[in-house]
Structure formats: structure tokens, C-alpha cells
């Protein structure tokens, strides 16, 4: 399985809105309803954001949501804060959840 | 609160071996499945393996550039996942984390324990 292919830098103002998006192909995004998103902090390990395209783990804020269509899935941050400065990565697993394959991230800067 | 405590990492020369671990609490370890990612210094994530719970089989799986050189196992009785890493080549540099693995998703990670292959 190749990478998934996102943007390697987006930037937003505080209050505004980004959407960082994640290309696939039919074999992993466009196949499957696990995509998931994760959250990292310099120095620190990923933390889970989205999971299954759109359900926000307990603690998430809502300001974070995920979408999919075809062979892409976007996550939007809205009303942008500081603390979301961050690297983002999508991620595809198959039905089994064996075969996972992660894009190669995505820099967000609160300008 | 999950708990996730990998150990292990060091220094290794090329084509050798090691072995890192994880210990897991918080959780009921022996119904989860687990996987392994890592991460090259200043470079994005990449998926290692995993093995699913024994009640699924405890069956594993692993990415191309690993399949063959690195097994995961699990000692439910010890809440204790590990990774053994054989032939090790310089770009398996990386930190190693061990994760949760909930619909197709890594849940929860530790803190990751870094592997430096080199001469």
C-alpha cells in the first residue's frame, strides 16, 4: 500500500476555518469507511482526533470534523485556536483493520 | 486511565537484533487488539503491525518493508506487548509507539521508545 497524499503545509487565522485533506485510492479510502485522523504536538506521541471518517472520540472538540467522498477525506477545523497549531495525519485501514497505511502529514500553522 | 509504557529502544548496529516492549493498564488488555507505528526522526507516521486479541486468533499482520524481519507478540497474562526486530537496517531509525486499536483507528499511544540503528 502506497501513502496517502496530503498537503504539507496549511495556515489559518485564529477563528477561521481550514479543511486539510487526505488523497487515497479506491483500494484504501475509497474501499473502506476506516479513516481516522490524528493530532501531534512537537515532542509528543499522535493523539486520536477522528476515527471511521466523522465520530469524534469522548473529549474531542467539536470544532473537529471529518468527511469522506471517493478516494478523499477532508478534516476541517473551524474556528481555529492557537493550540491546533500542530502536524495532522490521516490514515486508511481495511475491513479487517490489518493493512493500515498513513498520509504523510500535514503542518498546520495559526498565523 | 490507559496506559501505555513501551521500553526497549537503543542503539543497535546494522543486521542485528532487538526486542521492545509495552505494558499496557488501564484497560482489558486480553480483548484488545494492539499495533505497533513508528516514526523516522523529523519524517510522518508509518504502520508496523498488529495483532489481534485471542479470541480473534491472535493473528498479526505487518507492513512490506518489515513483513519477515519483525514479529508481535503478546503475553496477555503479563498485559505485556512486544516487538522483536531482526536484521535491522539503518532506515528502521525511528521511535517505536504502541497503540490501541479500536475500528480501524489507533485510540490510544505511548509515549514511544526510539530505536537508532547504526553503525
Known amino acids: 500500500q502506497s501513502a496517502l497524499t496530503q498537503p504539507a503545509s496549511v495556515s489559518g487565522s485564529p477563528g477561521q476555518s481550514i479543511t486539510i485533506s487526505c488523497i487515497g485510492t479506491?483500494?484504501?479510502?475509497?474501499?473502506?469507511?476506516?479513516v481516522s485522523w490524528y493530532q501531534q504536538h512537537p515532542g509528543k506521541a499522535p493523539k486520536l482526533m477522528i476515527y471511521e471518517v466523522s465520530n469524534r472520540p469522548s473529549g474531542v472538540s467539536n470544532r473537529f470534523s471529518g468527511s469522506k467522498s471517493g478516494n478523499t477525506a477532508s478534516l476541517t477545523i473551524s474556528g481555529l485556536q492557537a493550540e491546533d497549531e500542530a502536524d495532522y495525519y490521516c490514515s486508511s485501514c481495511t475491513s479487517s483493520n490489518t493493512l493500515c497505511v498513513f498520509g504523510g502529514g500535514t503542518k498546520l500553522t495559526v498565523l | 486511565e490507559v496506559q501505555l509504557v513501551e521500553s526497549g529502544g537503543g542503539l543497535i548496529k546494522p543486521g542485528g537484533s532487538l526486542r521492545v516492549s509495552c505494558a499496557a493498564s488501564?484497560?482489558?488488555?486480553?480483548?484488545?487488539?494492539m499495533s505497533w507505528v513508528r516514526q523516522a526522526p523529523g519524517k510522518g507516521l508509518e504502520w508496523v503491525g498488529l495483532?489481534?486479541?485471542?479470541?480473534?486468533?491472535?493473528?498479526?499482520d505487518y507492513a512490506a518493508p518489515v513483513k519477515g524481519r519483525f514479529t508481535i507478540s503478546r503475553d496477555d497474562s503479563k498485559n505485556t506487548l512486544d516487538l522483536q526486530m531482526n536484521s535491522l537496517k539503518t532506515e528502521d531509525t525511528a521511535v517505536y509507539y504502541c497503540?490501541?486499536?479500536?475500528?480501524?483507528?489507533?485510540?490510544?499511544w505511548g509515549q514511544g521508545t526510539l530505536v537508532t540503528v547504526s553503525s
Open positions: 488501564g484497560f482489558t488488555f486480553s480483548n484488545a487488539w
Open positions: 497503540t490501541t486499536v479500536h475500528s480501524g483507528s489507533n485510540s490510544y
Open positions: 495483532i489481534k486479541s485471542k479470541s480473534y486468533g491472535a493473528t498479526t
Open positions: 479506491s483500494s484504501d479510502i475509497g474501499a473502506y469507511n476506516y
